[in-house]
């Protein structure tokens, strides 16, 4: 069963911008936490950004991609956004959503270890 479903990915041009949607069927506890990761071909997956559900709620972005990337989530909704701009040719890669239902470690939310619920991904690829 499909768990977490994401979409928005798509081919773009540099400088454009995409937004990223992750929508899980899977209930995140107070202390749980969401993430959004990216791998491109031939690279180690790397984490971009997360956000915390509950009392310590809060949202963390990669310092490299702060100034571009930015994570947000609408409750009503119950879905989780990668806003990414000024996309560069170097954003090429499949991005993945992943959950950990409770018990996230502040310490590690960029961490792949983190996450036991993952994505299928999405595709971004930006020409110049």
């Known amino acids: 069963q499909v768990q977490l479903v994401e979409s928005g990915g798509g081919s773009v041009q540099a400088g454009g911008s995409l937004r990223l949607s992750c929508r899980p069927s899977?209930?995140?506890?107070?202390?749980?936490?969401m993430g959004w990761f990216r791998q491109a071909p031939g690279k180690e997956r790397e984490g971009v950004a997360a956000?915390?559900?509950?009392?310590?709620?809060?949202?963390y972005v990669d310092d490299s991609m702060k100034d571009r990337f930015t994570i947000s989530r609408d409750n009503a909704k119950n879905t989780l956004y990668l806003q990414i701009d000024s996309l560069k040719r170097e954003d090429t890669a499949m991005y993945y959503c992943?959950?950990?239902?409770?018990?996230?470690?502040?310490?590690?939310?960029?961490?792949?270890?983190?996450?036991?619920?993952w994505g299928q991904g999405t595709q971004v690829t930006v020409s110049s």
């Open positions: 899977i209930y995140i506890y107070s202390g749980g936490c």
């Open positions: 992943a959950a950990k239902a409770w018990g996230c470690s502040g310490s590690s939310l960029l961490n792949v270890l983190q996450y036991d619920v």
């Open positions: 956000f915390v559900f509950g009392g310590g709620r809060g949202t």
